[in-house]
């Protein structure tokens, strides 16, 4: 009897398996966070609400309604953006696409919408090969090559970002794409043709929309890079209008005061963005300013809960491969500020294992060597830091500082000199250094 045992213990544990299936509890709809103070001021959250709430509808209606289920991680994604709320709803959306994709494997939305969300969680691998398997699908979406565009870049595969942006420019010229163009110039120090491309952007765009501001004050940001403060001003003013309690049009406005010396009014900025939005920037950038106003109680607490905010992120990532934001870079820096020199090289060590071939990481290394005085291997770093031609005065100096603390003064002095022709309103501790050296010649 036992070779008919077999075959009726397959039949019941399918049986089973059929029954669990069908009779599984779903998961709970993640639900809508109220906003408080200035972002809850308003026609957009009056509509964002409405909006949210007649998805939700659907979904109590309709548990398997997929396309409310990547409508809403959209929205949660979007307003992860405007609250700053991270933490609760990028998890939400993932949830979500994980929902649409374990049903729907090649559901072409929701996995643009997982790329894009583990790229804005700085998964950048796990990004680009989602996005792949996204334009296997549907090769004619311009927003997907957007996606491969990012993550190239992040990568450090430069030649092939510059593809997928032309991809992108070929099948849609948007905002979008204007926007990926003005950053890939950058990235190659054609600073003039970065801010081109990005009033491009913002004129592609409608007025008010947080896309469209966020394009604004990334042109405002490149009118900083270059030194031009009146026209960056402008462009924080304008976000401002168009955008009321716009947190990163505020700490544009305090970091062109900070550039003036006038310290009392640029934490009064930075102070209400950080209110507005809790962004660890905004924490970085007020400790710096507390420090520069001679709040030294103030600037050693913002340091530390830029470093909370930054640590838990980084925690959240190592217990959940979907989740939690990578945010190892951030940390390098952070500790730089503190003078906690071998945390600063463990992380920035972290973040160089992920992604070797990427600028910003080489220059982050660069950085910490140079302040733990291992001078050769910032030398190296550097080296690969400056393989794109950019020309952002920051890179220049730390390179000119590399460079003279490795023999070579004449060469130091000349990347000083042209980085502060770029940008004179470098940040004042970089500047001092950089003129230091200029003095001794």
């Known amino acids: 009897m036992r070779k008919y045992l077999y075959p009726s213990l397959?039949?019941?544990?399918?049986?089973?398996?059929?029954?669990?299936?069908?009779?599984?509890?779903?998961?709970?709809?993640?639900?809508?966070?109220?906003?408080?103070?200035?972002?809850?001021?308003?026609?957009?959250?009056?509509?964002?609400?409405?909006?949210i709430e007649g998805l939700l509808a659907n979904l109590r209606a309709k548990p398997d309604d997929t396309k409310s289920k990547v409508l809403l991680a959209q929205a949660y994604m979007q307003e992860a953006r405007v609250t700053g709320d991270h933490a609760y709803y990028d998890t939400a959306a993932m949830q979500l696409l994980n929902e649409v994709l374990r049903d729907e494997p090649e559901n072409f939305e929701a996995l643009c919408c997982k790329a894009s969300l583990s790229l804005t969680q700085h998964h950048f691998s796990e990004g680009l090969a989602i996005a792949e398997k996204a334009v296997a699908l549907n090769p004619n979406n311009?927003?997907?090559?957007?996606?491969?565009?990012?993550?190239?870049?992040?990568?450090?595969?430069?030649?092939?970002?510059?593809?997928?942006?032309?991809?992108?420019n070929a099948v849609r010229p948007d905002l979008r794409s204007y926007s990926r163009v003005s950053y890939l110039r950058e990235i190659h120090g054609d600073l003039p043709g970065a801010i081109e491309a990005m009033r491009m952007a913002v004129q592609a765009g409608y007025a008010g929309l947080e896309q469209t501001e966020w394009a604004r004050i990334t042109l405002g940001h490149?009118?900083?890079?270059?030194?031009?403060?009146?026209?960056?001003?402008?462009?924080?003013?304008?976000?401002?209008?168009?955008?009321?309690?716009?947190?990163?049009?505020?700490?544009?406005?305090?970091r062109v005061e900070q550039a003036r010396q006038n310290y009392p009014e640029a934490i009064k900025y930075l102070?209400?963005?950080?209110?507005?939005?809790?962004?660890?920037?905004?924490?970085?950038?007020?400790?710096?300013?507390?420090?520069?106003?001679?709040?030294?109680a103030e600037a050693r607490k913002m340091k530390a809960e830029a470093i909370a905010m930054l640590a838990s992120d980084a925690n959240a990532a190592d217990e959940n491969e979907d989740l939690g934001h990578y945010a190892d870079r951030e940390l390098a820096y952070a500790y730089l500020e503190t003078g906690e020199l071998d945390k600063a090289l463990e992380h920035?060590?972290?973040?160089?294992?992920?992604?070797?071939?990427?600028?910003?990481?080489?220059?982050?290394?660069?950085?910490?060597?140079?302040?733990?005085?291992?001078?050769?291997?910032?030398?190296?770093?550097?080296?690969?830091?400056?393989r794109t031609n950019s020309q952002s005065p920051v890179l220049l100096c730390r390179a000119g500082l590399i460079a003279s603390?490795?023999?070579?003064?004449?060469?130091?002095?000349?990347?000083?000199?042209?980085?502060?022709?770029?940008?004179?309103?470098?940040?004042?501790?970089?500047?001092?250094?950089?003129?230091?050296?200029?003095?001794v010649r």
């Open 271 to 296: 102070e209400q963005a950080r209110n507005t939005v809790q962004d660890y920037t905004f924490a970085e950038e007020l400790a710096t300013l507390y420090q520069l106003n001679n709040q030294t």
């Open 348 to 386: 920035a060590k972290i973040e160089y294992d992920r992604r070797p071939d990427n600028i910003d990481v080489n220059e982050t290394l660069a950085w910490v060597s140079y302040k733990r005085g291992e001078y050769p291997a910032a030398a190296t770093y550097m080296k690969a830091a400056r």
């Open 222 to 254: 490149l009118y900083e890079t270059t030194g031009d403060l009146t026209n960056a001003e402008q462009a924080y003013r304008m976000a401002l209008t168009a955008r009321p309690y716009y947190a990163y049009a505020l700490a544009g406005l305090g």
């Open 142 to 168: 311009a927003f997907v090559y957007g996606l491969l565009c990012d993550a190239n870049v992040e990568l450090g595969r430069y030649e092939e970002a510059i593809k997928m942006a032309d991809k992108m």
């Open 405 to 439: 603390k490795n023999g070579n003064p004449a060469a130091g002095q000349a990347l000083i000199k042209q980085a502060l022709a770029i940008n004179p309103y470098l940040s004042l501790g970089l500047a001092e250094e950089g003129r230091q050296l200029l003095a």
């Open 10 to 51: 397959i039949l019941l544990f399918l049986a089973l398996g059929v029954t669990i299936y069908l009779t599984r509890t779903p998961d709970p709809v993640p639900q809508l966070r109220a906003r408080r103070g200035d972002l809850a001021a308003g026609g957009e959250w009056v509509n964002t609400k409405a909006a």
